[in-house]
């Protein structure tokens, strides 16, 4: 790629690694970030929550090192942060530390990818701990643990992150030895270094990655996209005096820059104290404390929504506040109240990854991961697009996306057919285009 400012540089290893990297000479520290093909969308219901557990055994008992222990403790001493963590599509492993330290990290990081067998006390270990991980939200699920399986049925998508206590219970080593090998193949793998000076350590990144062996299985396929049933309303038997309620929209990706600018913007605006759904769902229409717009990503799939909990007497309120503000989204009514302050704000958190090597890589691996490398902006690419926005941007996209035939929402309700009737009524009239 280009030489010109925050533009990232790419090259494809031998074994078939991709290995990206970013140099930004002002920062005094650095970040290196793998991120694999796996998660839960590339599971099925018996190997449901093998990614996890293999985040887990990748990161104990590094080749080279006798223990537990040993291993432990030869992460903790690198200056700075490492994490990993497993999501729907990627399991992530990164390191934030002293520039100095950053081919330590490449070596630490090349051992934690190996594909290895594990000792069967090993693997038994990370079980039981993430057993008593999941036990807690499986005995308390809220609507963020259980929407995508009613929204997605029998598909992968549905499949919770860390699995489930009967499927994590019943892994065998061979769906697990397996799973891994289709899995970590360097193929599969995305490396990201950002930082000052990663250029001239570009050699010992390759020596250390370029040690990871190719697998000799077929590797593991991104599910092709589920049937939606949309529009989806449900009502859920509430479990505590208060009522929950989650409404949103799926949707399959966004094609360009400027429409997945104003989206976010769409969505930081919903999250803004000048909009007007603050108002009214906290002190003029209700007084539900705890709201807030957010994202999901299933693969390619976008899934955009408000959540809230409410008083009992106060629901019907949050739903018909919310709708109400969204139609006048589409409309173009409320955009311009809040519209500049978003972008002030959007312009702030561009300008501030300058300074956040690990930012910087996370915004290239989410760009990787959702198959839109040749969309991938720099930050003054995203700034050119976000100056030149307009409220009529955000409204456009607000009218293509947020339809019915996108909307799902699940809700807290005790008369099964009252409460369901009012909900429908509600979405038909404040979701339809021809609504003044």
């Not at 206590?165 to 995305?190: A, K, M, N, V």
């Not at 035939?405 to 038909?428: A, I, P, Q, S, Y």
Request: charge should be negative.
């Amino acid at each position: 790629m280009s030489d010109a400012p925050y533009h990232y540089h790419r090259e494809t290893l031998n074994n078939g690694l991709q290995l990206l990297w970013l140099d930004i000479p002002h920062v005094h520290s650095a970040s290196l970030a793998a991120y694999v093909r796996a998660g839960s969308v590339y599971e099925t219901k018996p190997t449901n929550g093998v990614s996890h557990l293999l985040e887990h055994l990748h990161c104990m008992i590094l080749p080279g090192h006798s223990s537990r222990l040993e291993t432990l403790r030869a992460l903790d001493v690198i200056p700075g942060v490492f994490n990993a963590q497993t999501n729907t599509d990627f399991v992530t492993f990164f390191f934030e530390s002293a520039p100095a330290e950053l081919v330590r990290c490449a070596d630490l990081l090349s051992q934690i990818l190996q594909v290895r067998s594990y000792p069967p006390e090993a693997m038994e270990s990370e079980r039981r701990l993430l057993l008593n991980e999941i036990a807690p939200s499986e005995q308390d699920q809220d609507h963020d643990l259980h929407f995508a399986e009613e929204l997605f049925g029998d598909h992968p998508f549905a499949l919770p992150v860390g699995g489930t206590l009967p499927s994590l219970s019943r892994l065998t080593s061979d769906q697990i030895q397996e799973f891994d090998r289709r899995s970590f193949d360097p193929s599969r793998i995305i490396v990201i270094a950002v930082g000052p000076s990663i250029s001239e350590q570009k050699a010992a990144l390759r020596e250390h990655l370029g040690r990871l062996e190719r697998q000799s299985v077929e590797p593991l396929d991104l599910p092709t996209l589920p049937p939606m049933k949309l529009p989806h309303i449900q009502r859920v038997r509430p479990k505590t005096p208060q009522r929950r309620v989650m409404l949103g929209f799926l949707f399959d990706g966004l094609a360009s820059r400027r429409d997945r600018i104003a989206l976010h913007m769409l969505w930081m605006g919903l999250n803004a104290i000048s909009c007007p759904l603050f108002e009214k769902l906290r002190y003029t229409g209700g007084s539900t404390y705890d709201f807030y717009a957010d994202w999901y990503r299933f693969g390619r799939l976008r899934l955009a929504c408000v959540c809230g909990l409410t008083a009992r007497s106060d629901r019907d309120s949050f739903i018909e506040n919310t709708l109400a503000e969204l139609a006048s989204i589409r409309r173009g009514d409320s955009i311009p109240i809040w519209f500049e302050t978003v972008r002030q704000k959007y312009h702030h958190f561009v300008e501030q990854a300058k300074d956040q090597p690990a930012v910087l890589a996370h915004r290239i691996g989410d760009e990787e991961l959702t198959e839109n490398a040749d969309q991938m902006m720099t930050i003054e690419d995203e700034l050119s697009v976000l100056n030149g926005l307009q409220p009529g941007d955000i409204q456009d996209v607000a009218g293509r996306l947020l339809r019915r035939d996108n909307f799902f929402m699940f809700f807290d309700g005790l008369r099964r057919w009252f409460d369901t009737r009012r909900v429908e009524k509600l979405v038909h009239r404040l979701t339809d285009t021809t609504s003044p």
